[in-house]
């Protein structure tokens, strides 16, 4: 019995490596695909050193593109792979233009898949990945949720209930797994930032595409900077759109490169507010209890609302929702979303083993 599991991008790393390693510790054998959609050092070869990934056994080196040509480069070449080496389950993470294609290459060939992160939605289908979610939770056999929302959506779309599994979030695995690696100290030393600061990692297309929402971007950005120090991880294209509407302006603002996982998770712990438009900085911040401003009209992630620390902002809103997270300081205590325990790889090995001992059929 051998499984595949497919990852692409820096999301899906800490994702794939509790369960990895908890098939490994079970005897079964496993093949590693990258697809290289991301594919610098930065955004990919230092997850798999930190982690303690194994190195990937196929890396398909898709690299950047549109949406359409991503996700069919990624299709064409897993579908030589799956056929030439029939795996008897694809596991699949997360949301990115790797996982749709790898759930479609997998489905084409009647070889089952497990969709590790099913069932979140945030009804948003201006989001590329409302539709990667939607499909491939569609595709999928095996379908593992990290919440009980997740477990409701997949049920009001009609998946059966034996095909869903509430097993918790694997990329908290990850992050409990290193918090004695996090270094407030080291990473604020290295970055030059005081003891106060806001950390913010700013991407979507929707923020930061059409030059007239990233100039309302940079704009509230400097406002932000008025109140503290805000350091913002950006990946050379990015920097590049932002920066060309004025992001440099301010003395206040710190531009860095993509930080490695331990190093951004180390930000992230130490900062008084973290401003993002990413998924999983909602999760993570709940889990560490940092205040969380999320720059969207929408989450998949709502349990990050109502368990953690986390609050949807407008652009507009964004310099006093700052102001007042900054006056109200970090919670002594917060709740965490059921199941974010550390042992989420674990229950998903333990249903991935009896799927293969049963057989598809079962």
């Not at 991008?9 to 079964?28: E, H, Q, T, W, Y």
């Not at 064409?76 to 997360?94: H, I, K, M, N, Q």
């Not at 059921?338 to 057989?359: M, S």
Request: net charge negative; with cysteine.
């Amino acid at each position: 019995m051998t499984v595949v599991h497919v990852v692409g991008a820096r999301p899906n790393f800490p994702k794939a490596a509790p369960v990895i390693r908890a098939l490994d510790s079970r005897g079964v054998d496993q093949l590693l695909v990258h697809t290289g959609q991301h594919y610098d050092e930065r955004m990919s070869e230092v997850f798999f050193r930190q982690l303690g990934l194994p190195e990937p056994d196929v890396n398909l080196e898709v690299g950047s593109g549109t949406h359409a040509s991503q996700t069919a480069l990624v299709l064409t070449r897993l579908a030589d792979l799956f056929e030439s080496g029939r795996p008897d389950l694809v596991v699949v993470y997360g949301d990115v233009n790797s996982t749709v294609a790898a759930a479609l290459a997998a489905a084409q060939l009647r070889i089952p898949v497990a969709h590790v992160e099913a069932g979140l939605r945030s009804f948003d289908r201006t989001m590329p990945e409302e539709t990667n979610r939607i499909v491939t939770d569609r595709l999928s056999e095996l379908l593992f949720a990290t919440s009980a929302d997740a477990v409701l959506h997949l049920g009001r779309e009609g998946v059966p209930a034996t095909q869903v599994h509430f097993v918790g979030n694997t990329m908290i695995d990850t992050l409990l797994s290193n918090l004695d690696r996090f270094d407030v100290t080291r990473v604020c030393r290295d970055l030059g930032l005081p003891d106060r600061y806001v950390a913010a990692t700013l991407h979507r297309p929707g923020n930061v595409d059409d030059p007239a929402d990233a100039a309302e971007l940079v704009k509230v950005l400097h406002a932000v900077a008025d109140e503290a120090c805000v350091v913002l991880p950006l990946h050379p294209r990015g920097q590049a759109r932002l920066e060309s509407v004025g992001l440099s302006g301010h003395p206040n603002l710190r531009i860095v490169p993509p930080l490695g996982y331990l190093e951004f998770l180390s930000l992230v712990r130490g900062a008084q507010v973290v401003v993002t438009d990413s998924g999983g900085v909602q999760e993570e911040t709940t889990i560490l209890g940092v205040p969380c401003l999320t720059v969207r009209p929408s989450t998949e992630r709502p349990v990050t609302i109502t368990h953690g620390t986390n609050q949807l902002v407008t652009r507009a809103d964004l310099p006093v929702a700052v102001r007042a997270a900054l006056a109200a300081g970090r919670p002594a205590w917060w709740p965490t979303p059921p199941l974010w325990d550390g042992n989420a790889g674990t229950r998903v090995a333990e249903v991935i083993c009896r799927f293969l001992a049963e057989g598809p059929s079962a």
